[in-house]
């Protein structure tokens, strides 16, 4: 699979008709609150746009309402707690000139907004006529799913999608949205959660309580299950939303059967340029493995996931790639693994070997692998 010629892969997806450059898009939040920020995230390689939740009024936000947490300066293994809520940009203001704005880039735009069935259906038929390609309604504060998306089938034409909260069950709401809606985006931010300053024994966050939402990489495991769940019960697209930094991950939430992901938290930790990056690491990661295109990424995990995989221990061990690193020896509990760089010394003892598959997991060269 070496040598190919790079540029083979097509990332070029389309979800209920609306054709995106490539499957990364924007995620409703700080990162697309105005006009200018989705500019901004179009000049930064995005493939397609969504706004910021609005509302029937502007939402007073909590300050401060953001903390990240994690491992130090290493972005990509950092989450985020927000107290974030809907826009603070009155809906007249979207429509008078922060839409016109984003649809200025040429790229697909999807409004999302809230919350009530009531409330959709008031607003969602004054923004498709700014010329909105879709419409994504938020779950996040409230019940009444099928009510909504019911509301909102009936007062618009474009393409609807439904933004699931991971605290819900996502099969059965999935079932219950399906006659209404044209794809599902998975998840919403978890919660509620507490960081507090140890310095002052504060919470980080101004909200009540000081409680916030969780994402970044952390919920990425949460994201794959929903989306999991929700490929297997209902016929139709799934957009992945949580944790995605990497085109890697991406990659894990087409396989889990997502059509594209969004992207938030790791545009607020790395800068608009986040977004070309993970499709350009999805490019070349499709290229060297010889898939052509999403479609033929989409859904391969979900076949194996009902048996799992067994190892039988030890792993294989590609010496040629190992470095002698040490990880694998430092997280085997079961002290099976001895290696001693500066001997180019690696040994895994299959005696006290218990196939835990740790030393998979933590291998950042592929060096080890289940059979």
Request: contains cysteine.
């Amino acid at each position: 699979m070496r040598g190919l010629q790079q540029g083979m892969a097509d990332l070029k997806v389309e979800i209920a008709g609306l054709k995106f450059r490539n499957p990364v898009l924007t995620a409703a939040g700080p990162t697309s609150r105005n006009g200018m920020t989705l500019l901004n995230a179009a000049a930064g390689g995005v493939g397609g746009l969504v706004a910021k939740t609005v509302s029937v009024t502007r939402a007073d936000v909590p300050k401060p309402n953001m903390s990240a947490f994690g491992s130090g300066r290493v972005e990509s293994k950092r989450g985020i707690l927000n107290a974030e809520l809907w826009s603070e940009i009155s809906i007249e203001q979207w429509l008078e000139k922060e839409y016109a704005i984003a649809l200025s880039s040429g790229l697909p735009l999807i409004a999302s907004v809230g919350y009530t069935p009531d409330e959709v259906s008031a607003i969602a038929p004054r923004i498709v006529e700014k010329g909105v390609h879709g419409i994504e309604f938020s779950t996040h504060y409230v019940g009444e799913h099928a009510e909504i998306a019911k509301a909102l089938r009936e007062s618009v034409d474009v393409p609807i999608f439904a933004k699931i909260s991971p605290k819900a069950d996502v099969a059965s709401v999935a079932k219950a949205v399906e006659p209404f809606i044209d794809g599902i985006v998975a998840i919403n931010t978890y919660g509620p959660c507490l960081r507090i300053d140890i310095e002052t024994g504060k919470p980080f966050l101004g909200s009540e309580y000081g409680e916030g939402w969780m994402s970044g990489s952390a919920i990425k495991p949460i994201a794959l299950r929903c989306v999991v769940e929700i490929a297997r019960t209902i016929n139709k697209p799934v957009i992945g939303v949580g944790g995605v930094t990497t085109g890697k991950d991406a990659i894990e939430f087409f396989m889990a059967g997502a059509s594209a992901v969004e992207v938030c938290t790791a545009a607020i930790l790395e800068g608009n340029t986040v977004y070309g990056k993970i499709a350009k690491e999805i490019n070349e990661w499709m290229d060297m493995h010889e898939y052509k295109s999403i479609e033929d990424l989409r859904g391969l995990a979900l076949p194996h996931l009902a048996k799992g995989v067994s190892l039988r221990p030890p792993p294989k061990v590609d010496l040629d790639a190992c470095t002698r690193c040490g990880l694998c020896e430092k997280s085997c509990v079961y002290h099976a693994i001895t290696v001693n760089k500066a001997e180019d010394f690696f040994e895994i003892n299959s005696e006290t070997c218990e196939g835990c598959g740790m030393c998979v997991s933590v291998c950042p060269y592929n060096a080890l692998s289940i059979e």
